[in-house]
């Protein structure tokens, strides 16, 4: 088990979100869509251009950019 | 006695669907007054009841981040409805029982629509209903908003809840140890001094506070500044403490604190999944293929491309018919009213002004119309996913790229609709950005004026002057976005967390209703002002008339050649047709001389033509002559009225928009004119204020201030510009 930055993770890889170190609108729309501590999710890719990212929950699909996920640690299975 | 209800729900829960199938046809949108979020209201009668319906806007929650979320808020608190409607999505149930949870904590009268069972029920997702009922202490009634299963049901359950009148009961959730310590001293002081009592439950202000709602936070000050600050010294307190012991801050708790509530009463029988969380959905195959990053932007180019097709060719047939409509109407009144000021004011100033503003109808209703079908079938957020990267160098929003496309993206959109369609972006910032800079792309009244001086000038290779004027437009627009959100409109980008909605069918019904919302909205309120403008400039361009003497001149060389024909052949001129005499010809197009020199004249005589003639001095710097000055102004109206102005200013009589070669040959053969004027004047023409049926649409969407920043940036904006390329052209000696 290690923890990497949600920017870090690949395509189809799973984990479960540890941290999420962000306050204001932006802290705030993340939480609301449902991604908090202890949140399985697996990425389902990726924009052409490499950024946003597309995440899967367990019933939704939420995209989010390269620097909004840095705010955002995740234990992933090595 | 009628009752008040109010639909609450996440955006894409199924909020419209429900309205329209409980309402009908018996709805009004409207704004909220400032700003561009819908306001639904609509009528029913269920049990003998009279119900006033409104559909607040769709949001994730209820802080005060968001034009929607303080809307939806306002109206709870403001309005007070007996009843509200928490419609939820059953195949996403936790994420959405987290504004339900919000709604409770308020203490709103709340039933809870449990929407979409029927994708739950596909996807292998069971709820218990009468579990869920029980844990939130609210009825919960299953429905299929789509076909109107359970509607009945959810009505009846409704009017008894709102028939109840009990006041209202916010729900208490466990915040943890340390944040309901800190709640409760909130909780003494707000009681004991009835701080905001009157709008919203104590426990509910103290949570904010400690969430820092901007909102609610500076409304306390004004109050009660003693209490606002009291209550500001235990938030600073307890956040110090939660930011020393575990390193977050109370609202990341709180956030926490309402899922765990939501994911433990879940598991107590409300929910059961048949298959394991892996499982792939239609939606994520589909996906696999449209957002693939090889193929998808292909499959996004070629959806784009056929939106454009649809709004700009299909609604071709009926723009056709109502121009000629208003033509055959313009035709009418020349019969019928002698000539004079009345007959120019009712034929140029209203009829065009009206027709100027229907012509614009089948354009918008056939663009929102497609927009609807991107938006409701989830598409659209694809796209926002897939441009993103590229819009936000610019400093906007990948929703960004749908308002460029229509407004000329590719060359012969149109800004009006364009416009329109920032309604789709989410961000303040972003959509005003996207708003004013949309106007610099090629709309097809351009593409007139464009195509006649490449015509003039740069006969040789017209199609790659096109491509080349048409990726101007882009860069232009993009670093003017650009210019924008690091001056005016500088602010953080807005956040992209979003959804990606599961792809579904849109609904013919649902298409339909959308679409005519929004053309009738445009209808509405761009209408009036369009006329009035349209009346104003005509007046500019006609008064004051020609001095009398003058007419008289003008009167007495038509005289002459008249007299000088002899009777003879005068009698002919009267017969319509084309196969007159040689000498009838010749007089008849003399006579046609006469009159252009006269239009020309009485133009330069007006408002417009002093006005132009004035500017000749500041003008000159580009190139432009006085004639150019005129048309441009007249392009304020519409751009293509500059190429009929042109034709007046340079005599050349009526001068069809669509056939302008000998215009085009005037020009090449007129000193004033050269290579470099003509780069210039495109250049010009491009990029300076927008028409003011745009105008207009950006007023109504922003407000008259912006609207009046951007005919005076694009103006002065593009003035550089031309003065730029000329004064440069000229000195390289390429004129
Ligand atoms: N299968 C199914 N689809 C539904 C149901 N209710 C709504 N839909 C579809 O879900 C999509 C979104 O519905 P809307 O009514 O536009 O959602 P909304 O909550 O108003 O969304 P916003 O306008 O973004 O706030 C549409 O394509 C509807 O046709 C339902 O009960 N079952």
């Known amino acids: 088990m290690s923890t990497i930055l949600l920017r870090h993770m690949v395509k189809h890889q799973r984990g479960t979100i540890v941290t999420i170190n962000v306050t204001g609108e932006l802290g705030r729309r993340i939480r609301e869509m449902g991604l908090i501590p202890g949140t399985e999710i697996a990425i389902c890719g990726r924009a052409p251009l490499n950024d946003p990212i597309a995440l899967r929950l367990q019933d939704s699909t939420i995209t989010l950019r390269n620097n909004e996920a840095d705010h955002i640690l995740v234990q992933v299975e090595p | ?735």
Request: charged residues 20%.
């Open chain 2, 1 to 735: 006695m009628q009752l008040k209800m109010a639909l609450a729900g996440n955006p894409n829960a199924g909020k419209t669907t429900l309205f329209n199938q409980l309402t009908g046809a018996r709805q009004h949108v409207g704004n909220y007054p400032g700003i561009t979020v819908d306001h639904k209201e609509g009528r029913l009668s269920h049990g003998g009841e009279t119900i006033i319906v409104t559909d607040l806007p769709g949001t994730y929650s209820m802080t005060a981040y968001s034009a929607e979320e303080l809307v939806a808020r306002d109206y709870l608190v403001n309005n007070r409805p007996q009843v509200v409607i928490n419609i939820v999505d059953a195949s996403n149930l936790e994420r959405n029982l987290y504004l339900t949870c919000q709604l409770l904590e308020l203490g709103v009268p709340l039933v809870v629509a449990l929407n979409m069972v029927d994708v739950a029920e596909s996807r292998g997702i069971e709820i218990n209903s009468a579990a869920l009922s029980r844990h939130l202490q609210v009825p919960v009634v299953p429905i299929v908003a789509r076909s109107g299963l359970g509607t009945e049901a959810l009505l009846d359950a409704a009017i008894a809840v709102a028939r109840e009148n009990r006041p209202w009961t916010p729900l208490t959730i466990s915040y943890g140890d340390d944040l309901d310590a800190a709640l409760a001293e909130m909780l003494a002081i707000i009681s004991d001094r009835r701080f905001l009592a009157d709008t919203y439950p104590p426990r509910y202000t103290a949570i904010k506070y400690l969430e820092n709602d901007q909102q609610l936070v500076e409304r306390g000050e004004k109050t009660d500044a003693e209490a606002a600050r009291r209550l500001q010294m235990l938030v600073d307190k307890s956040t110090d403490h939660t930011r020393r012991t575990l390193d977050v801050y109370p609202e990341a708790i709180i956030a926490d604190q309402r899922y765990g509530y939501i994911k433990s009463l879940l598991r107590q029988g409300v929910i059961s999944r048949k298959y394991d969380a892996d499982r792939l959905y239609t939606s994520d195959r589909i996906d696999k293929v449209l957002t693939n990053r090889l193929v998808g932007p292909l499959i996004m180019l070629a959806i784009l491309f056929a939106l454009y097709q649809f709004t700009f060719s299909w609604s071709e047939v009926p723009v056709s018919w109502l121009e000629n409509g208003f033509s055959w109407l313009g035709d009418k009144v020349e019969e019928i009213l002698p000539e004079g000021i009345l007959r120019s004011l009712v034929i140029s100033g209203v009829i065009d002004g009206v027709g100027g503003v229907l012509g614009f109808v089948p354009l918008i209703m056939f663009m929102f119309f497609g927009i609807a079908v991107l938006e409701d079938s989830g598409y659209l957020a694809r796209v926002a996913f897939m441009m993103d990267r590229v819009f936000r160098i610019f400093g906007l929003h990948g929703s960004s790229v749908m308002p460029f496309i229509v407004s000329g993206g590719i060359a012969g959109g149109c800004a009006v609709p364009g416009v329109m369609a920032t309604r789709t972006l989410r961000s303040p910032k972003e959509r005003m950005a996207t708003l004013l800079t949309v106007p610099f792309m090629n709309c097809g009244a351009k593409l007139p004026v464009l195509a006649l001086l490449i015509g003039a000038f740069f006969s040789e290779d017209r199609a790659q002057y096109m491509f080349f004027f048409t990726m101007l437009a882009w860069l232009v627009a993009m670093l003017a976005a650009k210019l924008l959100r690091s001056t005016v409109l500088r602010g953080a980008p807005t956040p992209f967390v979003m959804e990606l909605p599961p792809y579904r069918l849109p609904t013919v019904r649902g298409l339909l209703i959308h679409t005519w919302e929004r053309t009738y909205q445009y209808i509405k309120k761009a209408g009036t002002v369009i006329l009035g403008i349209s009346i104003l400039l005509w007046a500019m361009m006609t008064f004051p008339h020609l001095p009398d003497a003058e007419q008289a001149e003008f009167a007495a060389k038509r005289q002459a050649i008249l007299a000088e024909a002899g009777a003879e052949i005068v009698a002919l001129l009267d017969q319509q047709g084309d196969d007159l005499p040689v000498e009838a010809a010749a007089v008849r197009e003399r006579l046609a001389a006469i009159d252009n020199d006269q239009a020309e004249a009485a133009l330069r005589h007006s408002l417009a033509g002093t006005i132009g003639t004035a500017m000749e001095p500041v003008s000159r710097l580009a190139g432009f002559d006085w004639r150019t000055d005129i048309a441009l102004l007249g392009g304020f109206a519409a751009k293509e009225v500059i190429v009929s102005t042109l034709g007046t200013a340079y005599s050349m009589g009526e001068v069809d928009v669509e056939e302008s070669q000998s215009l085009s040959e005037r020009l090449k053969a007129d000193d004033n004119w050269n290579r470099v004027v003509a780069v210039a004047a495109m250049i010009f023409i491009m990029f300076y204020s927008p028409c003011f049926v745009t105008l207009v649409c950006i007023a109504k969407e922003a407000s008259w201030k912006w609207a009046a920043f951007s005919m005076g940036f694009n103006t002065i904006f593009a003035f550089a510009l031309a003065v730029a390329v000329y004064q440069l052209g000229m000195f390289f000696g390429l004129g």
